[in-house]
Nanobody, 126 residues
């Protein structure tokens, strides 16, 4: 069982940066791949980035490649999403998610993830 709590959202101007954190409770954090998703009003939840349990493999949606970086610290049970060069279209509620797996391939399907945080709002003004 894993509980996830996001933090770090807020309001930022276009071109700015934000750093989201996801704190995980529970044991064996490195057995869980982590993903970040987002959901804008009136839109479906979409995959943003994912990272394997060891941190050795990362995956990104095309829309955020080169701007966002996902990382994790297994000693601190945290996952982080560094967001640079933010655009108004990045405005959404951002969720972290976890899936217990040894064979993570960066799935974009939200149904593949077993645990979810409550979400944090990111608003990018133009």
């Amino acid at each position: 069982q894993v509980q996830l709590v996001e933090s770090g959202g807020g309001l930022v101007q276009a071109g700015g940066s934000l750093r989201l954190s996801c704190a995980a409770s529970g044991r064996f954090f490195s057995n869980y791949a982590m993903g970040w998703f987002r959901q804008a009003p009136g839109k479906e939840r979409e995959f943003v980035a994912g990272i394997s349990g060891s941190g050795g493999r990362t995956y990104y949606a095309d829309s955020v490649k080169g701007r966002f970086t996902i990382s994790r610290d297994n000693a601190k049970n945290t996952a982080t999403l560094q967001m640079n060069s933010l655009k108004p279209e990045d405005t959404a509620v951002y969720y972290c998610a976890a899936v217990r797996t040894l064979f993570y391939s960066g799935t974009h399907q939200s149904s593949e993830y077993n645990y979810w945080g409550q979400g944090t709002q990111v608003t990018v003004s133009s």
